[in-house]
């Protein structure tokens, strides 16, 4: 199989319409195959909860909190040097496969060996095996970074998306056939290893790239650097991302840990799965403008005021309708989790604004500002998990509402100077989300207060169709064109650099 090979970055593609025309065509593949494949994978999920109980998803809980704690040092930040880097050859992409391969190999081996002591930690022996079994997970992650970044850097995300597609329905078909014969647990812990094989292998031949990994890292410190800061990020991001699971695990009964990690899960959908796929895009984005000589603060309120446009009334709905849709969804036996859910749903919208901040730093080679807002999360976070793990589940709720704001100024602080951003402007461009969500949760709340009893489906469709309405109506009212934009961002996910 011949490498495709990886040419500089031209000045006509720097070009304003040409760029414009490939960030509107990767965000189209990369979201709205994201957008399917999370369809069927929210659909085997339900399915999935229903025939499982909370119990089984605290043990899971519990070993992702493990395997995530490890997969900082997946290499994954070294294979996106490649992006931000203006000189690539076959020797240096050698180079980061050489150390991705190092690296996973002895994840592997060390999460193997630890297993025990995990169980023992949280006091559950089937957490050994569980643990042993997913360390597979790591020996797959070389052979999909590679390709995945490299096709990232040409912003080819077509097909991306459509082996991403590929790999979901796989590990939802998989974890559904295997709940449904009676598996338990261990149907959380094979369907992730089936989707990301598949994704290793599809992404691979889709990338055109198979090349010896090169052991010998000189000349590479420019990769090693950037991708060591990126590195460090993501080890400060897994503990303010972990802590919370870590520290309760040890306080909370699996049933009560199930509870809190599905809240957490359902709350996570926009900002853990809809949102990354917008960064992989924004990324390689900023890097142009960056490298073109052109300003990266037009795109970033673009960026902003979208995200801000979709996440507010999907968050603040959720809050609303908390208790009719977990009922809808899950089932009566989950009926715990809707405050729970509730809660944790107001803090998000500040969480997913946060999140869209970095690659623009990063796009300009300066990790150090991500490095830093993830230091001041991996330190808020845990402090207040800690603070408020002796109130149950509402006091990590709590934790969220205090942590998740203080981490969004405190990155917007550091952030909009660098890429001349005023907070006026920034204000400017959040204000339409935020008039027309709260003038939705009025109208919501206002119908919640009158409705008679009714069947949990029928409360949520008339709540949550009601509530859509108001905020359409209210955006017409307040920002037309903000309507045009919305359609544009979930129909043709189009946010070009202007």
């Excluded at 991500?370 to 800690?386: K, Q, R």
């Excluded at 006091?395 to 704001?405: E, H, R, S």
């Excluded at 919640?448 to 469709?461: D, N």
């Amino acid at each position: 199989m011949r490498m495709t090979a990886i040419q500089p970055i031209s000045a006509d593609d720097s070009q304003a319409a040409g760029l414009g025309a490939r960030v509107r065509s990767a965000l189209a593949w990369r979201w709205g195959t994201q957008v399917l494949a999370q369809i069927m994978t929210w659909a085997s999920t339900i399915a999935v909860v229903r025939l499982l109980s909370p119990s089984d998803y605290g043990l899971y809980a519990m070993t992702q909190a493990v395997v995530t704690a490890l997969a900082f040092l997946n290499g994954q930040s070294f294979a996106t040097s490649l992006i931000q880097t203006d000189r690539i050859d076959e020797r240096r992409i050698g180079q980061v496969f050489g150390l991705l391969l190092l690296l996973n190999g002895g994840l592997a081996l060390a999460q193997f060996l630890l297993a025990p002591l995990a169980a023992s930690y949280y006091g559950e022996p089937l957490v050994e095996p569980m643990l042993r079994i997913q360390a597979l997970i790591f020996l797959t992650i070389p052979f999909a970074a590679l390709p995945q970044e490299l096709l990232a850097r040409r912003i080819e995300f077509r097909s991306q998306g459509l082996v991403n597609l590929a790999s979901a329905v796989i590990g939802a078909g998989t974890a559904l056939a295997l709940a449904w014969s009676g598996f338990g647990v261990w149907a959380l812990v094979y369907a992730p290893i089936a989707m990301f094989a598949t994704r290793a292998i599809g992404l691979t031949l889709a990338a055109r790239v198979l090349v010896k990994p090169v052991f010998d890292l000189r000349g590479a410190g420019d990769l090693v650097t950037f991708g060591g800061a990126l590195t460090i990020c993501q080890f400060l991001w897994i503990i303010q991302s972990q802590s919370d699971i870590v520290i309760a695990g040890r306080t909370f009964a699996p049933h009560e840990l199930g509870l809190y990690s599905e809240a957490l899960f359902l709350t996570l959908i926009i900002t853990g799965r809809f949102l990354p796929p917008i960064n992989e895009v924004c990324f390689p984005t900023y890097a142009e403008l960056y490298k073109a000589g052109r300003p990266l603060g037009p795109f970033f309120l673009r960026v902003q005021r979208m995200v801000a446009l979709v996440v507010l009334p999907a968050y603040v709905g959720l809050s609303l309708v908390a208790e009719p849709a977990v009922e809808t969804l899950f089932g009566p036996k989950w009926s715990a989790m809707a405050p729970i859910a509730a809660g944790l749903a107001l803090a998000m919208p500040a969480f997913a604004l946060q999140i869209v901040c970095s690659p623009a730093t990063n796009g300009m080679g300066k990790p150090r500002t991500y490095l830093m807002t993830n230091g001041a999360g991996a330190l808020i976070f845990p402090l207040l998990f800690l603070a408020g793990i002796r109130f149950g589940p509402q006091g990590l709720v709590t934790a969220w509402w205090i942590g998740a704001p203080a981490l969004l100024a405190f990155t917007y602080a550091l952030t909009l100077p660098k890429i001349a951003v005023r907070w006026g402007a920034l204000a400017g461009a959040l204000a339409p989300a935020v008039i027309a969500t709260a003038a939705m949760a009025a109208v919501v709340l206002c119908l919640r207060a009158i409705l008679p009893p009714l069947p949990a489906a029928a409360e949520l469709a008339l709540l949550a169709s009601t509530g859509a309405a108001a905020y359409l109506a209210a955006l017409l009212l307040v920002a037309r064109e903000a309507v045009g934009e919305i359609v544009g961002f979930i129909l043709r996910r189009e946010i070009a650099p202007a």
